[in-house]
């Protein structure tokens, strides 16, 4: 059981699925750093595609991802057509170099699509990247999930998916723009699980308006019974002023930071004692699912999809605002919808910001990496040790770390103070309440 400091966790920080994070992009890069990036990429060298739909059949008041309503066809259509122009584009570039072994699926939802329009683009990346036995995940809205959508699941060979459940209170759901009965919920797992889908999981939030420990209890309850092979188990990031969409959430309403650090304990204490494992700080998986294996051979990694089981260096990002992730560049395409169609309409690289990563933050980025997936990293290569040494004197005050020279562990109580350890190694980072969402 963690004891909750709250002075360890009043500052926010990032959920550093990259390292410098998004926060740190500018717009020095563009098209020519994406091809010379695309240009570094060895023959066999190992590489997964992020494709992005930023579209929902209805835009949720929580959600910060790019995404917008799917309710013009013809918009969809063409932003179909541009995505299938890009992935030409970069299987131009690449030139047949390079091995594809992992294809993620993401938004926003890519079931906004309709069955055939999702088939197309499947088809075509299989067929320009030559990636037949790549693993497919894909993330889902179980909304208006019917057969016709599964049995397109089952014909691609997807074998992993994601499902947006955040939570089964009916007055929470309403609360935050997300009415989904469990009832669907659970057609939609019997579904996948028919399709052939191997690997399902549920994303589950807490410190939403209104919830009660009780609630949140009522909905692991319901979860487990649906028997997902993976939850992730986040908190809500109320940040109206970036996202409005948030403003018609009651902040009024929600859960304050001891709540949030209890909810986050319960879900972690439940879900271990119900055979999950705990991978990173968010992460729970059964024993024999990929993940945890990766986990337990200490394979564990950190991407833009979060804790996973690829080893890939190199990510592919297709689509607005989709981003790539190479040892030297984080490169971002164009959010507008607009721009980024008339990039690639002229056929152009779509890259409009991003930033270079010199030698020391990747270093630092594999150092975090480290950190936030095993508990511990050797830190003695970084110029700044005695500087993050002094960052981290209350957290070794209290015992939630220990150094051997200058390899640093963190104890088991520290997993709620993860994010805020390895804040301490980031250089970019100064205190921002409006930047980023609470450590817990």
């Not at 992005?52 to 991802?65: D, F, K, R, S, T």
């Not at 889902?140 to 691609?156: E, H, Q």
């Not at 109206?240 to 986050?264: E, G, M, T, V």
């Not at 480290?370 to 209290?398: M, Q, S, V, W, Y």
Request: charged share 20%.
């Amino acid at each position: 059981m963690s004891t909750y400091h709250p002075d360890l966790l009043a500052t926010p920080v990032p959920r550093y699925t990259s390292f410098p994070t998004a926060a740190e992009f500018g717009d020095a890069v563009g098209p020519a750093d994406m091809a010379a990036a695309l240009a570094s990429i060895g023959d066999d060298e190992p590489i997964s595609l992020y494709l992005h739909i930023p579209y929902c059949e209805q835009v949720c008041w929580y959600c910060g991802c790019n995404t917008g309503a799917s309710n013009r066809t013809a918009r969809v259509a063409a932003y179909v057509q541009r995505l299938g122009e890009e992935i030409s584009l970069i299987a131009a570039k690449l030139g047949g170099r390079g091995r594809i072994g992992r294809i993620a699926w993401g938004g926003g939802s890519p079931n906004a699509l309709s069955p055939e329009q999702f088939d197309g683009l499947m088809e075509h990346v299989r067929s320009a990247f030559a990636c037949e036995d790549a693993i497919v995940s894909i993330e889902l809205d179980p909304r208006g999930l019917d057969w016709r959508w599964a049995t397109t699941i089952g014909r691609n060979r997807i074998s992993r998916a994601s499902l947006g459940v955040q939570t089964f209170a009916p007055h929470i759901q309403a609360a935050i723009g997300r009415v989904q009965p469990l009832e669907e919920v659970a057609s939609v797992v019997d579904l996948l699980r028919l399709a052939g889908v191997e690997s399902i999981n549920f994303d589950l939030m807490y410190g939403l308006p209104g919830q009660t420990l009780a609630d949140l209890d009522a909905t692991l309850d319901q979860a487990l019974a649906l028997e997902p092979d993976r939850l992730a188990v986040f908190g809500y990031a109320h940040v109206p002023h970036l996202l409005p969409r948030q403003r018609q959430i009651d902040a009024s309403n929600l859960p304050d930071a001891k709540q949030r650090f209890r909810f986050a304990g319960h879900a972690n204490d439940r879900l271990v004692d119900a055979g999950y494992l705990p991978i990173g700080f968010d992460h729970f998986a059964l024993p024999g699912d990929a993940i945890s294996v990766a986990a337990s051979e200490g394979r564990l990694r950190r991407n833009f999809q979060g804790f996973t089981e690829d080893q890939a260096d190199v990510l592919i990002g297709l689509g607005a605002s989709a981003i790539s992730s190479f040892p030297g560049w984080l490169l971002q395409n164009e959010k507008n919808a607009g721009r980024y169609h008339l990039k690639i309409g002229n056929g152009m690289l779509a890259t409009a910001r991003g930033l270079h990563r010199s030698p020391l933050d990747q270093l630092r980025g594999r150092a975090i990496e480290h950190i936030l997936c095993n508990g511990e990293a050797d830190l003695g290569a970084l110029p700044d040790l005695a500087d993050i040494r002094e960052r981290l004197t209350p957290f070794e005050e209290r015992r939630l770390i220990a150094w051997t020279g200058a390899h640093l562990t963190l104890s088991p109580r520290a997993l709620p103070y993860a994010r805020t350890i390895a804040a301490a190694l980031d250089p970019y980072r100064h205190a921002s309440a409006t930047r980023f969402s609470s450590a817990v």
